[in-house]
């Protein structure tokens, strides 16, 4: 059975910093692209970022040079640190995973962290 299990959420002020876990479990972690993805007050889910299980990690523009996804293999880790958090960072953060040796869909989600940034 797959579980991915987000922690790390909260209420930060603007400016501030999050670090992001996600736990896996079920998964050949080691060959599974991972996926961070959020989702805001009325507004739809998100990619925010993505770290391949070979190759180079991706972000979309919002957040490029602000957040850093990492992975730990050994741990069955992802890892989404979040830097200079803005107002409109606020939303519901949630881990994805691929099937494995492919980089995508993602075909399993996580229940999400709630990250809130106060102006």
């Known amino acids: 059975q797959v579980q991915l299990v987000e922690s790390g959420g909260g209420l930060v002020q603007a400016g501030g910093s999050l670090r992001l876990s996600c736990a896996a479990s079920?998964?050949?972690?080691?060959?599974?692209?991972m996926g961070w993805y959020r989702q805001g007050p009325g507004e739809q889910r998100e990619s925010v970022a993505d770290i391949p299980h070979i190759g180079t990690p991706n972000y979309a523009d919002s957040v490029k040079g602000r957040f850093t996804v990492s992975r730990d293999n050994a741990n069955n880790t992802v890892y989404l640190q979040m830097n200079s958090l803005k107002p409109e960072d606020t939303a519901v953060y949630y881990c994805?995973?691929?099937?494995?040796?492919?980089?995508?869909?993602?075909?399993?989600w996580g229940q999400g962290t709630q990250v809130t940034v106060s102006s």
């Open positions: 994805a995973a691929a099937r494995p040796l492919s980089k995508g869909p993602y075909i399993y």
């Open positions: 079920g998964i050949r972690f080691s060959i599974t692209t």
